[in-house]
């Protein structure tokens, strides 16, 4: 039995007509480039998220980016964020001339630690970044409690989270923007790049539309200097047609790593904690295993795909260098990097095949 770590081809068949007559209908209007497919997606997205607005954006990293122009994150300022992330969150950070100051993480969650947040915070932080890692939200409200205490913006990465909540609430509705990712392989995937920022508040919301387009105001005027960061009609038409498709999809990926987590209770592979007050919507099944690299080979000599999110904390990088890390400083952040290993988790998986899986990682361990 071959098992890839994600099979887009079996999404693709579940909703094949529709999406093809959406594209067509792009096609047809030659509107591409912030049309009336855009308009469409922001209105449902900002409903599903219970936002005010909801603004299209090229990718999730270009998301993270405009959300920090809008908020004039200039150089010199500083941005507390987690070590444990994808690139993105660090790199928008630093490519403005800001500093990314890293928190460890919580060893069950893997999400920022909030306990640990306060005492890097200086004159010059400007904003937190917490990451809804793997689908599972950050713990918002003490983080959204120490940004109005010190008056400080919070900007959500919730690229990997769009439908994930939190005593109710939906993933970017917590802090002053949320920024979501369309990447292939994402829950809610594009067919190439595409992302989104929510927010509550109409300031930043009609910044943010400035932005993407260039800063031009009206057209061909520039109060501000922006990007190009247009999300195209086709993959907004794409992503409509996929969205009413996601809440089944996640709820998919809940009943497969409820399998998981049985099958893997009492053994040497730790299966991922949900918070109580969360709903994950497990973009990624992680768990933490002793001889991981060990265990990874043997899972694709029985043709069972795995990934490793992530090898080395951000705070590590050789690019960040500058910044003064060293081993040692983070080391929850750096335990994890050694011992985690994303399973397969996509909603089209059979029971049968996430047993195998399952019991195919522990033969390796000499248990089943």
Known sequence: MQI????????????????????TGVCESQAFALGPAVAEFEQKVAEYCACKHAIGVSSGTDALLVSLMALDIAPGDQVITTPFSFFATAGSIARLGAKPVFVDVDPHSYNIDPDRIEQRITEKTKAIMPVHVFGQMAQMKPITEIARRHNIAVIEDAAQAIGASQNGTKAGAFGHCGCFSFYPSKNLSAFGDGGLVVTNSDALADKIKILRNHGQNPPYFYGIIGGNFRLDSIQAAVLTVKLNYLDKWNEKR??????????????????????????SIYHQYTVTASDRDQLQKFLTENKISSAVFYPKPLHLQDCFADLGYREGDLPVAEKLCTEVLSLPIYPELTAEQVEYVAKTALEFYGSD
């Open 4 to 23: 890839p770590i994600l099979d887009l081809k079996a999404q693709y068949d579940t909703c094949r007509d529709e999406v093809v007559r959406a594209i």
């Open 254 to 279: 809940r009943r497969h790593a409820a399998l998981y987590d049985k099958i893997f209770a009492d053994s040497p592979l730790k299966p991922p904690k949900v918070e109580p007050n969360n709903l």
